[in-house]
Every structure is written in C-alpha cells, then in structure tokens.
C-alpha cells in the first residue's frame, strides 16, 4: 500500500505541546505535513501560559527533518492560530482542535467561572479556530476539521458536568458542520480518544494508562484528515490501537394514540412507557430530514386510525 503523504499540506493542531496534540503534531509532520504547533502551555486546570511546550516539539519535529512553527496564542485566539499558519507556510488545509483542560467539580459546587471556561476552551475555541480556518477550505474546496470529544460526554462522568456538556456540543458542532462543508470538500469528524497523558495520570490505574499511548491513536486521526478520506460526520472513538465508529441510535417507539381527536394523556405515556424504550429494533436516522420524515409517517398513522376509528384500539408500535 502506498505511503500516506501530507506534502505540501498545512496542518494546525491545537494543544499540540503535550499528549495527543504532540504526537498529532509529530506524525503529520514526519509525513511530509508543514505543522502549526500551537499551545499556550497552561496547567491542566488551564492556568498560567508558557512558550516552552509548543518550541519543544516544535525543535523535535525539525530535529527529525520536520517543518514547524510554534504558535502561542489560547484556542479562544483562534484567527491568530490560522494566521500564523498563512504567515509561515501560506494556506491551511486541516485544523485539529484538540486543545483541552479540565476544572472537574461535582455539579452542586460549580461555580459560573469553573462552567465557563471549560466551554470557553473546548467549544468556543475549537469554533474559532475552525471558523478562521473556514474561508480559506470554502475557497479552496478542500479542508479537513477535527473535534475533540470524550466518552464523558457521549456517557457522562461523575464530576465533570461542564467537560462533559462541552464535549458533546462538540459533536452537535460537527454534526452542522459536516452538512455545511460537505459539497466542498470540507470534512468534519469527531475523534473519541482514551490515551495517557496529564489529564489522566490520576484517573486510569497505572498499567492501564501505561498501555494507553497518544500514538496508537495519532494515525486515526491523521487517516481521517487525508485528503483521499471521505469519512464526515462520524464519531470514531480510538485507543489501545483500536478504533470504532458511534453513533446515536433511536428505538422504533410507539403511538400514544389512535386518531386525532384522541388526547395523549401521561397515564397513556405510563401504559406504553416499555415500547417507547424498547431497544430491540432501535436504529441511527441519518439526518434531519429523515428523522421529519419519519414523524409525516406517524401522522400518516394517525391520519389512518382517524378513518378506522372506533375499530382498531390496538397501539401500534412501529409508528
Ligand atoms: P494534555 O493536557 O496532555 O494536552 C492538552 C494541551 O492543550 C496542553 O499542552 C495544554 O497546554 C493545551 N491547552 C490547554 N488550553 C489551551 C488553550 N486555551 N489554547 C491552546 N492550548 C491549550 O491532554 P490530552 O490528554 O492530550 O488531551 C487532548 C484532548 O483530548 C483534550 O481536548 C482532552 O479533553 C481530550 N481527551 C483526552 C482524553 C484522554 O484520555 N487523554 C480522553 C478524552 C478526551
């Protein structure tokens, strides 16, 4: 199989001082990719700032024969980002939002500050290095975005009400944007990662987290940054040198009533509360316009049990 290349391509990856991000950062540039390495070089918590993580990696990627430049700015400056990268290498052809912090706090405690600036930097700051990097993908009909999510924002996890919230507007923010790229080749994905790093030295139990390596999951999202992939809109969860795709799936449901001149009251919603959970035939609606559609099926069934009334009393699941 050919070698995948990046030549002649830009890359930006935010928080690419450590973790995930650094050796993002390390295997675009090892194929041939001209490398924006930004970070601020907070804390975890996301204080302070500091030159020293993005110049590190930024000397190792030319240490190996790389071309990089080291960018500073917070993910909230999100322009200055995308222009360091017209600057130094004169377009932008994939952005990698992967800066992260967190302020884990259980939901009674937290305060506006600790909500705020968890959302600020995942959600606002992968916005607005996305949107500064938009103009320049629509123009050139190719761009390639990455969301950073979280198995605590598809499952939730105790403590971590303001990251767990801000990683699933991630994925609503790619869900739109998948759409609003698509016909110009603008891909947009969600990668899920389980790696060793700062964030979770203290979480995963030591041999686990040993196992755990940033660069069994580098390659997913470098696969799914190429220009010759066509994945959009997908949620691809990767860890261990595993990868699988998620998806939000909806059970079949069931008709809380029979015809239009019907009420639905909660003792109907009780009765039938088993066949709107059930599972067993639950399946993904691919868009907006399907999960629509399938509610002009409901009301097709309504409209139906109008014309029998009085003859089919049997609720019917499946619409
Ligand atoms: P890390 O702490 O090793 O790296 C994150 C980097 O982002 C740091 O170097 C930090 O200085 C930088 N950063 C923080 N705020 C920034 C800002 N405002 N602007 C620019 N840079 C900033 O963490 P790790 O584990 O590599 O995490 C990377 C991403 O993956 C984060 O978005 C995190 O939420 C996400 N993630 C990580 C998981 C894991 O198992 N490590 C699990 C799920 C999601």
Redesign the pocket.
């Known amino acids: 199989m050919q070698e995948l290349r990046f030549d002649g391509r830009v890359v930006v990856v935010?928080?690419a001082?450590?973790?995930?991000?650094r050796t993002y950062a390390l295997l675009f540039a090892s194929r041939g990719a001209n490398v924006v390495v930004?970070?601020?070089?907070?804390s975890?918590h996301?204080d302070g700032s500091s030159r020293n993580?993005a110049d590190t990696v930024v000397q190792e990627i030319r240490e190996n024969g790389g071309k990089a430049v080291a960018n500073y700015d917070?993910?909230?400056d999100g322009a200055k980002i995308i222009n360091t990268a017209i600057d130094a290498f004169g377009r932008i052809d994939v952005v990698v939002n992967?800066?992260?912090?967190l302020r884990d706090v259980s939901f009674a405690k937290m305060t506006d500050a600790q909500w705020d600036i968890i959302h600020n930097?995942?959600v606002k700051?992968a916005m607005k290095t996305t949107q500064a990097a938009w103009p320049y993908f629509l123009k050139q009909k190719y761009g390639r975005v990455i969301f950073?999510?979280?198995?605590?924002g598809l499952y939730g996890n105790f403590g971590q009400s303001n990251y767990s919230s801000a990683k699933m507007g991630l994925v609503g923010l790619a869900n739109t944007l998948a759409i609003e790229g698509a016909r110009k080749n603008i891909y947009t994905n969600v990668i899920?990662?389980?790696?060793g790093?700062?964030?979770?030295e203290d979480i995963i139990p030591p041999d686990f987290f040993e196992q755990?390596k940033?660069e069994l999951i580098a390659p997913v999202v470098f696969w799914l940054c190429h220009e010759i992939c066509t994945e959009n809109g997908s949620i691809i969860e990767a860890a261990l040198g595993w990868a699988g795709k998620c998806h939000i799936i909806r059970s079949s449901g069931c008709t809380l009533r029979q015809n239009f001149s019907e009420d639905v009251t909660p003792e109907n919603v009780q009765e039938n509360w088993s066949k709107v959970t059930d599972m067993t035939s639950a399946k993904r609606l691919n868009s907006i316009q399907e999960a629509t559609g399938e509610l002009l099926n409901v009301l097709e069934n309504i409209k139906s049990g109008d014309s029998l009334s009085g003859v089919n009393h049997v609720l019917r699941s499946n619409y």
């Open positions: 935010t928080g001082g450590a973790g995930l991000g930004n970070d601020l070089g907070s975890r996301g993580s917070s993910v909230l992967n800066a992260g912090i930097v995942h700051g950073t999510s979280s198995n605590s899920v990662p389980t790696a790093s700062r964030l979770t755990l940033p």
